[in-house]
């Protein structure tokens, strides 16, 4: 199982190449390497007779009424026997119910929290090449070096249509000046912004919390953490600075072992990066990314006060986040309870919307008040939940130091994924939810399974598929051998 989940992983990275494209689907090497990981955990199952163990808290619950209400959200496409929304719903459908699969297996499987430290360790070490390479791109889109730009293969990513040119998609990163944003190997600056939070946060969290680093060497963290910090200036991405000071406050109240002292030393450390990092860009692009994100808050403050055109950043996104979030609401209003339907947000004859621009609205829109409170109530239990763990500290000799320091960053993960769901973006059919909160789920299953005296024990066969078929074949030899 390590190396599958090490495999997905690093797959994660890479939605923008596909092997195959079918029917307007970009299929990734994510996709093929979550099947085998489906059949494994079939295998191990079925073939194995592997139990599952799994207690039935509200987060759990709230996945499972998640599922429900996607299968229910088809009912305004049956009903209206458009041949090409039923197409579409069961495309989208197909695909929610394969990624949201991924938690719902770290629910009831065993996964330990040395195999989710290992595959952690994986993302910080590919963070900082990603990282660097992001930081290489912002010279090399300025005098036009090698690798400035990548092109992606998938046509997922050229819209609904499915309509590339040959030369494919491009990443986009809006220009300021001499100044590009930087995207590394992601398709776009928020998605490499909102990425870095993750990094900060297990890079950061394990020592605030002393606990056990996932490094052992002081010295590669300090490196990983100032690419990283360096890297999240060179995003320009609201998501980025916004998720940075979410996780900077929440450990400031959450943490209330952090003496004053240290945030002051923390806070220091992060201002000189920021200005080294920016005094650099400026010395190559000539344009300070600290005064570019000056102008676009004050524009962002200053809305619907002033000349828009005038005072707001070129590329803007919020405005339009807006409109989509209102249109969304709209949506929903025509269908109530069960929702227009999984990915049909476009297909509405009202508002000009392709996409909600929040996953909590598009759960609105596309799944009703059945999808909108399940996916409420998800995140809403894995806070509760995840916060417990903070305040208790978890210190037991019935936990591994990789068990605590999970429970330990866990928390941190469902405040990004907070950030990206619900303020910044739609992922609620995305890899960048559902496999983060995997972890979570998987590290919340393994705390209930150690302390829980409710916890279910369910075996899909009463006999292992192996020995049934191990008893069936010597039958089989026992009566050839008769014959003879």
């Not at 596309?366 to 763990?389: D, K, P, T, W």
């Amino acid at each position: 199982m390590q190396i599958l989940l090490y495999l997905i992983f690093i797959t994660y990275f890479l939605p923008g190449f596909s092997l195959l494209n079918f029917s307007g689907y970009g299929i990734t090497p994510l996709d093929i390497v979550t099947l085998i990981f489906y059949f494994y955990i079939l295998k191990k199952v079925l073939w194995d007779g592997i139990e599952l163990k799994f207690t039935l808290n509200p987060a759990l619950l709230a996945l499972i009424a998640l599922f429900a209400a996607a299968l229910l959200s088809s009912f305004n496409p049956l009903t209206s026997g458009a041949p090409k929304m039923i197409l579409q719903y069961l495309k989208t459908s197909i695909h929610f119910f394969y990624l949201v699969g991924f938690s719902f297996i770290a629910c009831v499987y065993p996964i330990d929290a040395k195999k989710w430290t290992n595959v952690i360790k994986l993302w910080l070490i590919l963070a900082f090449i990603i990282n660097i390479f992001g930081i290489y791109q912002i010279v090399a889109r300025a005098y036009e070096l090698p690798l400035a730009w990548i092109q992606f293969n998938n046509v997922s990513l050229a819209g609904r249509d499915g309509v590339m040119d040959e030369a494919g998609v491009n990443q986009l990163s809006l220009r300021y000046g001499d100044f590009f944003r930087a995207t590394s190997i992601f398709s776009e600056p928020s998605a490499l912004g909102a990425f870095n939070i993750f990094i900060l946060s297990f890079l950061v969290l394990p020592i605030i919390q002393k606990r056990v680093a996932f490094f052992k060497s002081r010295f590669v963290i300090i490196i990983f953490i100032i690419a990283s910090i360096a890297c999240l200036l060179l995003t320009f991405s609201m998501t980025g600075a916004i998720g940075f000071f979410m996780l900077f406050a929440s450990v400031v109240v959450f943490e209330k072992f952090m003496r004053l002292k240290t945030i002051i030393k923390t806070s220091i450390v992060v201002i000189l990066i920021v200005i080294i990092a920016d005094t650099s860009v400026s010395t190559y692009t000539h344009l300070s990314v600290i005064e570019l994100f000056q102008r676009r808050i004050t524009g962002l403050m200053n809305y619907g006060t002033r000349d828009v055109e005038k005072d707001v950043t070129p590329g803007e996104s919020a405005y339009s986040r807006i409109t989509s979030g209102t249109n969304s609401v709209k949506i929903w209003q025509d269908y109530p309870i069960t929702g227009i339907g999984l990915g049909l947000t476009s297909s509405n004859k009202k508002y000009e919307i392709g996409f909600s621009d929040f996953s909590v609205l598009a759960a609105l829109a596309e799944m009703g008040l059945i999808g909108f409170i399940s996916f409420n109530v998800m995140f809403l239990a894995l806070f509760v939940i995840c916060l417990r763990f903070i305040r208790t500290r978890a210190k037991s000799n019935n936990f591994s130091n990789d068990q605590q320091r999970m429970m330990g960053i866990i928390f941190y993960i469902m405040l990004v994924e907070f950030l990206i769901n619900f303020i910044s973006g739609n992922n609620i059919i995305g890899i960048g939810l559902w496999i983060p909160v995997a972890i979570v789920f998987s590290t919340v299953n393994n705390f209930y399974i150690g302390t829980s005296d409710n916890v279910r024990t369910i075996s899909l066969v009463k006999v292992p598929l192996k020995y049934t078929f191990a008893k069936n074949l010597a039958k089989y030899y026992e009566s050839k051998n008769d014959k003879t």
